[in-house]
């Protein structure tokens, strides 16, 4: 029997690595279930899942002129129309981005818990939109230097009067 791509079948466990799994198809055929084909959930270790010597339904996702199959169990698994596999969580699952998020901590702007505003002056660089329409790149980037060079120039100011600093004189 020949194998098709899209053709559901079941085979066996015979080889278990950690980047997945090999099944033994009809005649003798093997294929490898990647570690990311396994399970709908995250998969860190393949032996939580499956064992040597296990029957498991696989689909074929695949197949190589090489002869290299690559087979799913997730995708093989009959799910009612409509109904979708459960989505992964993902690492950023705090809510929100982490530079308007209220609940303080990195970049939020401040003591207090509250998100980061904007102010006009004082060193700070403005990362709010402009009132008035979109500024090219090159204004963007000239506005850039002459804050970088404003808050360089307050940092030599600061440091070189002080004994020990970094751009110290001695005398």
Do not use: C, W
């Not at 396994?38 to 499956?50: G, P, R, S, T």
């Not at 190589?64 to 409509?82: H, N, T, V, Y």
């Amino acid at each position: 029997m020949a194998i098709e791509v899209g053709a559901k079948l079941e085979g066996k466990v015979t080889g278990i690595t950690h980047f997945g799994a090999f099944v033994d198809l009809s005649g003798g055929v093997t294929g490898l279930v990647h570690i990311s084909e396994i399970a709908d959930n995250y998969v860190k270790d393949v032996k939580d899942h499956l064992k040597l010597d296990d029957i498991v339904k696989v689909k074929v996702i695949n197949v190589d002129k090489d002869g290299k199959i690559g087979l799913s169990i997730k995708q093989a698994i009959d799910r009612p129309e409509g109904q979708q596999p459960p989505q992964r969580e993902r690492f950023n699952s705090g809510g929100g981005d982490r530079f308007n998020r209220a609940g303080g901590g990195g970049n939020s702007g401040g003591g207090g818990g509250r998100p980061f505003k904007p102010s006009s002056g004082g060193g700070r660089p403005s990362f709010g939109k402009p009132s008035y329409g979109k500024p090219s790149f090159e204004d963007k980037m000239s506005r850039f230097l002459k804050d970088s060079e404003e808050r360089i120039s307050s940092l030599k100011k600061n440091t070189e009067g002080k004994r020990g600093g970094r751009g110290a004189k001695r005398v």
